[in-house]
């Protein structure tokens, strides 16, 4: 099966310049997650959807991140305008758990490598 | 709060020794915990989860609730084994709902010939 697919994989910007990443979930996956991983971490989850609705948002900096999942498939999450501290990977990833049901293996995507100069 | 630490940054070791990467958690409900392997250039992958109690290319981890524990071992370590290795919790646990993942810093598994 097709896996987590994200774009662009790198993207360079100057900070106070926007940036927006795309993802697209392994099919029929109703559970969507947005992490950061900077250098030197794990990955920290900034935004988590169920279908399209917001389940947790509660470490997305929402001053400058923006992020969503009209139609409960593909998510753009947007940065706005970057500083240099988000310099990160962005990490989409998805599973199949639908409220109510966990014990489902979460799929990480390559991520996309933003750099703020 | 949850917490997850992995207190080793850097773990080195020769072909064929044991390998232990440690985890210590933090959490006040019925954890789940999981390993998590991310191999050179490669995508963040599931290694293996505690609920499943199974050996994955050789691993094992084995959740030790008074010492709040999740260490990863393997008996005879190999060349391929060399990646980056994360600990992470569920704070859903078994109580349903969309899990999230919380997960430590890592540590870097260099296994040398």
């Known amino acids: 099966e097709a896996g987590v697919a994200q774009s662009p994989r790198y993207k360079i910007i100057e900070k106070r310049q926007s940036v927006a990443f795309w993802c697209n979930p392994i099919s029929g996956h109703a559970t969507l997650y947005w992490y950061q991983q900077i250098l030197g971490q794990g990955p920290k989850l900034l935004i988590q959807?169920?279908?399209?609705?917001?389940?947790?948002d509660s470490q997305l900096p929402k001053d400058r991140f923006s992020a969503e999942r009209l139609k409960g498939v593909d998510s753009t999450l947007k940065i706005q305008p970057a500083k240099l501290e988000d310099s990160a990977v962005y990490l989409c990833?998805?599973?199949?758990?639908?409220?109510?049901?966990?014990?489902?293996?979460?799929?990480f995507g390559e991520g996309s490598w933003l750099t703020v100069v | 709060a949850q917490r997850v630490t992995q207190p080793e940054k850097l773990l080195s070791v020769f072909k064929g020794a044991p390998v232990e990467l440690k985890c210590n958690y933090s959490?006040?409900?019925?954890?789940?915990l999981f390993w998590y392997v991310q191999y050179s250039r490669q995508r963040l992958q599931l290694l293996l989860r505690?609920?499943s109690r199974e050996s994955i290319k050789g691993f094992t981890a084995d959740l030790n609730k008074g010492e709040t524990s999740f260490h990863l071992k393997k008996p005879f370590a190999q060349e391929e084994d060399s990646a980056m290795y994360y600990c992470?919790?569920?704070?859903?646990?078994?109580?349903?709902?969309?899990?999230?993942?919380?997960f430590g810093k890592g540590t870097k598994l260099t296994v040398n010939p």
């Open positions: 505690h609920i």
């Open positions: 959807f169920q279908n399209n609705g917001v389940v947790d």
């Open positions: 990833a998805s599973s199949l758990a639908v409220g109510g049901f966990s014990g489902n293996t979460i799929y």
């Open positions: 992470a919790l569920s704070s859903q646990g078994y109580q349903g709902g969309s899990e999230k993942l919380v």
């Open positions: 959490y006040s409900g019925s954890p789940e």
